[in-house]
């Protein structure tokens, strides 16, 4: 499910200015052979999510938390993964060509 936090307010002439954070919550979800391709998935949580064969290339996955998460043979091509947190996180077979994080093969 889907949480929407409202940042902030703003008045712009005769709009109204709206800042807001999507957060994903996909704990402990069965996500096997989904696609995230090119979504933008900042901030969701995969605790202990099944994502075995998941497409997560382009994905915008900044400061997501996969701590738990079975990633087997997963697609993180390109996915930008700056601030993710992957600990014991399951990668067995995981395309690792992703961006700005310590597992990524680009980095």
């Known amino acids: 499910f889907s949480t929407i936090f409202l940042i902030s307010t703003e ?5 109204l200015a709206v800042t ?3 957060f994903n919550n996909f704990k ?3 996500l096997e052979n989904a696609n995230f391709k090119n979504a933008d998935l900042r901030y969701a949580n995969f605790y202990s999510a099944n ?3 998941v497409d997560l290339s382009g994905a915008d ?3 997501a938390y996969f701590v738990d998460a079975d ?3 997963a697609n993180l091509e390109g996915a930008n ?3 993710a947190i992957l600990d014991n996180a399951i990668l067995t077979g995981a395309n690792l060509n992703c961006e ?3 597992i990524c093969l680009n980095d």
């Open 11 to 15: 008045v712009r002439g005769n709009d």
């Open 20 to 22: 807001y954070l999507v």
């Open 28 to 30: 402990d979800a069965n």
């Open 51 to 53: 994502l075995t064969n």
């Open 61 to 63: 996955l900044r400061k």
């Open 71 to 73: 990633l087997s043979y």
């Open 81 to 83: 993964l700056e601030g």
């Open 100 to 102: 700005n994080h310590s």
